[in-house]
């Protein structure tokens, strides 16, 4: 459904919790090197839990590799920097919503690359970011709430 790349991401749980994430929602998971652990970590394994067998995803090398393999204007960027919100975007099936790392976020090179295509999710309160996995959920289901498209029964029909 959508394609969830996370750039050099820096804390295992983190990724863990993305990976289950990905396998709730049939999504694809895109890695890019370098990595802050080991793909053989204890605690990455242990936040994904038993979802690794339903995630699809990829360690990739660069950004952009990932960028000139597929169609650049379906990326989509992540930053507290950007002034368009997240909710603003209108989400279409196979677009990428790309994440930085968790201390620095995206590199200010791919933000000035890409300003059009930089959202946000806005934080009335006085702090620096969310949490990598948080940022991940909302802008993803935020995405299916748009296309209507749940992962699994909806019974309350509510969208």
């Known amino acids: 459904m959508f394609n969830i790349v996370l ?18 929602t049939n999504s694809r998971l895109f890695l890019v090197e370098p990595l802050g652990y080991s793909l053989d970590d204890a605690r990455l394994k242990r936040a994904g839990l038993d979802y690794w067998e339903r995630a699809v995803f990829r ?7 990932l960028l000139e393999r597929f169609d650049s204007r379906r990326f ?9 919100s997240y909710t603003a ?3 279409q099936a196979g677009d990428f919503l790309v ?51 749940w992962p699994g029964p909806n019974p309350t029909g509510v969208a």
Do not use: W
Request: aromatic share 8%; net charge negative.
């Open 99 to 149: 994440f930085g790392r968790e201390s620095r976020g995206l590199d200010e090179r791919v933000l000035a690359e890409f300003p059009e295509q930089t959202l946000t999710i806005p934080m009335p309160g006085r702090t620096r970011s969310l949490n990598l996995g948080n940022s991940v959920s909302i802008a993803l289901y935020e995405g299916l709430r748009q296309l209507e498209h």
């Open 89 to 91: 975007h209108a989400y």
């Open 76 to 84: 989509f960027f992540f930053s507290t920097k950007a002034a368009r």
């Open 59 to 65: 360690v990739v090398p660069s950004l952009d590799e």
């Open 7 to 24: 750039v050099e991401p820096e804390i295992p749980q983190n990724s863990g919790n993305v990976v289950r994430l990905c396998a709730c």
